[in-house]
């Protein structure tokens, strides 16, 4: 499956929100998310004003606090309030700035749905996509949950591979090897490089002629 596709569906949930109530049917939020995610790249030309929209509707809809707690796992008990906190930003900016710089103007994501939303016993929900770019697809399978009466993700499962358990695996490698402390030190170089780059290439863009 194509990279760009996988990245622009995930971020395309992810980092879409709004300070609206949340439809009652988690299907019909991930189509009013789209939407609004479509209006964002759609109505900025260039890629800083692009990205600084997506980054202001996205802290609404994703609960990073439950998607940290469900990618550690077992090593999230183990962490003190203030190391919870810590990785929480820390993993929620890699997560940004990994995605958002994946958008680009005018690019059309199309959703189709496989079937209703799937409410499980213990409260959660799932909405089962298939995302088209192109000529790429993919199967793509949302996972919320209900924070305040409203609906909020926690997973994105991409052609059978859950975000969560991913994320899980490598963080676990790097505790059991590294400790917190050497966990928070590749989080912290990886968003530190991807800022250096991100203002790079948006330094490069701004000297670019504008366009009559």
Known sequence: MNRTLTVLMT???LFA??????PADPADLVKERYA????????NPGKAAMRKGIRKVMNTFVD???LGRRTLKGNWEGLKTRQRKQFVKGFK???????VKRFNPNRKVRIEYRGPAMMEEDGTASVFTIVRSGRSEAKVDYRFHRVKRKWKAFDVIIDDVSQVKNYRKQFHRIMKKDGFEGLMAKIRKKNEKEKRKEEKELAKEAKKPAKE
Do not use: H, N, P, W
Request: proline letters at 0%; glycine letters at 4%; hydrophobic letters at 45%.
């Open 11 to 13: 971020a395309s949930l």
């Open 93 to 99: 900016q890699m997560i940004q700035r990994t995605y």
């Open 36 to 43: 609004r995610i479509q209006k964002v790249v759609d109505r």
């Open 64 to 66: 990073f606090r439950e």
């Open 17 to 22: 929100g709004t300070a609206i109530a949340a």
